[in-house]
């Protein structure tokens, strides 16, 4: 089946640090892919998406590339705030029909001063 | 931008009660998916609709059911309330399924049972 893996956390940085967050996934067929990124009491909020191999998607100084050779979606981001902290998703959609999405297991950033 | 509302967004039932949750998508989204997070854990898909018609099922207890109405709100009833279904239910929208379509999640509603 469908399965998104992600890193654990908490990944704990310096305001400034740069930030990978790995994701893989296994899927069939080309699944659209996204990230997510939950605050503190909050829904969930889409950062970005690809939908298709080589692409890259970016939002708000984050990026990420749909890597279908490696199966891969990791998020970066090139110097993080204090205001980035959060739990961030990595999530798969099928690529036809009304698909749920499908998470990873979230990952918990924490950046101090 | 007008965003996908949930209501309440905090509820408190004790065991073997009812609870109803409502959402309202964003204006002009015809799909409406429904989530539920447990403490620290990923969001589960529960069930969708597109147009009034339900477009997949996922793990969604017998207990439970939802619909689409007309204006495209949703409602997801929860009966026999269990411990277990403390948790924080996500409601998302979208512009149809498309895989190319993301979709859009509101606050949440804390559901905790007593």
Known sequence: ?113 | AAGVIQSPRHLIKEKRETATLKCYPIPRHDTVYWYQQGPGQDPQFLISFYEKMQSDKGSIPDRFSAQQFSDYHSELNMSSLELGDSALYFCASSFGGGADQPQHFGDGTRLSIL
């Open chain 1, 1 to 113: 089946g469908n399965s998104v893996t992600q890193m654990e956390g908490p990944v704990t940085l310096s305001e400034e640090a740069f930030l990978t967050i790995n994701c893989t996934y296994t899927a069939t067929g080309y699944p659209s892919l996204f990230w997510y990124v939950q605050y503190p009491g909050e829904g969930l909020q889409l950062l970005l998406k690809a939908t298709k191999a080589d692409d890259k998607g970016s939002n708000k100084g984050f990026e990420a590339t749909y890597r279908k050779e490696t199966t891969s979606f990791h998020l970066e981001k090139g110097s993080v705030q204090v205001s980035d902290s959060a739990v961030y998703f990595c999530a798969l959609k099928k690529s036809t029909g009304f698909q749920k999405l499908v998470f990873g297991t979230g990952t918990r950033l924490l950046v101090s001063p």
